[in-house]
């Protein structure tokens, strides 16, 4: 195998338009584990994780932009404001301070995991993912995402991912279920990003689920039957009913089928009373 | 082959290190610093921790070929001579130490812990040594010597000689 530390966008995709078998590497978390259980087949691995382009994190106007080699902890000392807790959340639960450290947040997108802690969160914030072939850019909502890229980005790299700041009568939130509190992959998550009116009413919801599909994904059907409606405990229940039957009917004759059942019930619930809590304070 | 330079405890090295070895690799196998522990292989048990460019990492999940020009601290970093550094004195102290796997990466990972802040809480403690697993001490203890080193850290606590 061969090996090299990349200085640029342009070169890593020169290289990966030259030799088929090579793959990408930054914090190299998963990557890594693949390759030592031979479930990779590389003959080229390109380092990006010092591509200064790359590890920028920055808000411009109302937009925040993060390189895709910035790795978690350094996203994580970057302050964003309350309502947006659920991104904050969702990062601090992946993996461990070691993991945080190296893995990095367009890693965690590329290798297209179902589990992908930060996927949810970023679908409910409607993000937007820059991609770069050495053919094209381009930029992709994250509900195109998973199935602009398949199984899996090859021969190009995600260079950033960016989301609007949400306005102070939004709120994000993030909630997962994993086997222990560190080091858990996701077994069933959740993030809802809502904004109310001035009645308390939903005037506007994204619902994303992570780890009961094949990719994390929109959970249209539980935002249109929710939307317009006021935020209370009638629509808690109808949420987690709805969800239930796309569970049902997602998982079907699965063996994980009636934890998740029971599962959904805490994750949704937990989401849309912090979302109350939030706008209570506000 | 692939020719590498690396600070690792404050000591330069130009090494010359197969295209597919880790970090752990290279810190255990080329100069012998078997303080580094190889434990799951998979990020999981914190045992290979080192301190890269001043972070905590797992060296198992990183190919040496990324570190070139970095800078890494080992457990063998800590002290100076004979003298072992206050954090190792502190799970002495504090009887933190049983089979003795998991203490250099939760030694580091307290290091870590305490760089950033000398008075931790309890739960900054936990979530701070999370990816470090023990199947001896239940963890209690550890947390104490990491208390008790920040303590010898910022003044409030003094060694037992």
């Known amino acids: 195998m061969k090996v090299y530390k990349s200085n640029s966008v342009e070169e890593t995709l020169e290289i990966l338009k030259s030799a088929p078998k090579s793959k990408i590497i930054s914090g190299g978390t998963d990557l890594i584990i693949e390759l030592r259980n031979h479930n990779s087949d590389v003959d080229y691995l390109v380092d990006i994780s010092s591509i200064e382009e790359l590890k920028k994190i920055e808000k411009v106007n109302d937009e925040y932009i993060i390189g895709s080699a910035v790795p978690f902890s350094d996203i994580l000392n970057f302050k964003f404001p309350d309502n947006l807790k659920g991104f904050v959340n969702a990062l601090n639960q992946i993996g461990s301070p070691q993991i945080r450290n190296r893995g990095t947040i367009g890693g965690n997108l590329a290798n297209a995991s179902t589990s992908a802690d930060s996927a949810p969160v970023l679908l409910a914030l409607d993000a937007k993912v820059g991609i770069s072939t050495g053919d094209f850019e381009k930029e992709v909502s994250m509900t195109d995402f998973y199935d602009f890229i398949g199984e899996g980005l090859y021969h190009g790299i995600i260079t950033y991912i960016k989301f609007k700041e949400i306005p102070l009568n939004s709120y994000l939130s993030f909630e997962k279920l994993g086997y222990r509190k560190s080091l858990a992959i996701s077994k069933l998550s959740i993030s809802t990003n809502i904004t109310l009116n001035e009645n308390f009413e939903i005037e506007k919801i994204f619902v994303a689920s992570g780890a009961i599909g094949k990719y994390p994904m929109r959970e249209y059907e539980v935002e249109s039957k929710i939307i317009s409606q006021p935020l209370n405990e009638n629509i808690i229940q109808l949420s987690i009913e709805t969800m239930k039957e796309i569970i049902s009917e997602r998982l079907k004759g699965r063996s994980s089928l009636n934890y998740k059942l029971s599962a959904i019930e805490y994750v949704l619930r937990s989401c849309l009373e912090e979302s109350i809590q939030y706008f209570k304070r506000c | ?161």
Do not use: H
Not at chain 2, 93 to 98: D, L, M
């Open chain 2, 1 to 161: 082959m692939i020719n590498l330079k690396i600070n690792v405890n404050n000591t330069d090295y130009e090494i010359e290190i197969d295209e597919e070895k880790r970090l752990i690799d290279l810190l255990r196998d080329e100069l012998r610093l078997t303080g580094v522990k190889e434990g799951c292989s998979e990020g999981e048990c914190g045992a290979c921790s080192v301190i890269l460019d001043g972070k905590l990492v797992n060296s198992c999940l990183i190919m040496a070929f990324q570190v070139n020009d970095s800078k890494v601290v080992t457990i063998e970093g800590l002290s100076e001579g004979d003298n072992i550094n206050y954090i190792q004195k502190a799970f002495i102290e504090a009887g933190a130490v049983q089979c003795g796997y998991c203490t250099p990466g939760m030694i580091l990972a307290a290091k870590a812990i305490l760089d950033k802040n000398p008075n931790p809480s309890r739960e900054e403690i936990r979530m701070g040594i999370s990816g470090n697993l023990c199947r001896c001490t239940g963890y209690e203890k550890i947390v104490e010597a990491i208390e008790l080193a920040g303590g010898y850290l910022n003044g409030t606590k003094t060694y037992r000689e």
